[in-house]
């Protein structure tokens, strides 16, 4: 019996290791062509200029408005998820902690938004636009992308509130502290760390869709001035440069992936920095 589980352990430690190396690899894989092909298209030039007549043949300007883009629905979707998601989760874990059967079902329910593609999101925002005959805007694709973030931001925060310490929770009960008190004053500060992890990601998940912006946000050369304007976005910028048959437009879309990337990799670093910041005002048992 124990050489069978010691047999087991190797078996399945042995799969958990070449599944590691195969995701480092294909991880690396991407990083490399990315780099490879787009750090020599990448100048000051086009990271910090609008696209000018003949850019998408080759010819002058850059990307700021797909960055500026990007910037803009990223961080607007991000804080509406956030005004949205957060009592949500503090709610479930608050208020219906007791009720196993309807907190078993709405996390059931947000898994399942959760795995529903984004262009499904943005062929429903599309539909929505054309009934009420609204036009394509940096406000519609806020909107959208907030919808689909907001599953993820309500799990994420959801499964770190499910780490708190119900001793806390009957803790500040007996002392006569509200249920909207524990769940700020308690429930908050003891999972904040794990909060603003949950919305970094979700900020990065949400400027790295390209679907659910297609049908909604539009594209534009310029910088929007205003919500009711089309924005251009990093996803977008990289599908249709992909789609030249010009060599050099093709090397500036792998640019534009290059600085989607190191956008991406400052969020994560802010993400791990922040997090052992706070972690300071945890109660430790």
């Known amino acids: 019996m124990k050489k069978i589980r010691k047999i087991e352990e190797i078996f399945f430690r042995s799969m958990a290791l070449m599944s590691s190396i195969l995701i480092i690899f294909a991880l690396g894989l991407i990083i490399f062509s990315i780099i490879k092909k787009g750090f020599p298209a990448l100048s000051w030039e086009m990271v910090s200029q609008t696209p000018k007549g003949g850019f998408y043949f080759g010819k002058e300007g850059g990307i700021l408005n797909a960055i500026v883009g990007s910037l803009f629905l990223a961080t ?137 912006v297609m049908f909604t946000a539009g594209f534009t050369d310029s910088i929007p001035q205003s919500l009711g304007q089309q924005s251009a976005t990093l996803p977008l910028s990289i599908f249709f440069q992909l789609s030249s048959p010009i060599e050099e437009v093709k090397n500036r879309a792998y640019a534009a992936a290059l600085v989607l990337t190191v956008i991406i990799l400052i969020i994560s670093i802010l993400s791990r920095f922040l997090t052992k910041r706070f972690k300071k005002n945890i109660i430790k048992f």
């Open 76 to 212: 607007g979707a991000t804080f509406l998820a956030l005004i949205i998601g957060l009592p949500v989760a503090l709610y479930i874990n608050v208020y219906l902690i007791k009720r196993v059967k309807l907190v078993n079902s709405i996390r059931f329910l947000l898994d399942v938004l959760w795995g529903v593609p984004s262009i499904v999101y943005g062929a429903f925002g599309f539909a929505v636009m054309i009934y009420f005959g609204l036009k394509t805007s940096l406000l519609a694709g806020i909107v959208v992308v907030t919808l689909f973030i907001i599953p993820i931001m309500v799990r994420a925060m959801d499964e770190s509130l499910k780490l708190v310490p119900r001793g806390l929770l009957e803790s500040a009960s007996s002392l006569g502290a509200t249920k909207t008190e524990i769940a700020f004053r308690v429930f908050l500060r003891q999972s904040f760390p794990a909060l603003i992890t949950a919305t970094l990601l979700s900020f990065g998940r949400a400027i790295g869709d390209a679907a659910a």
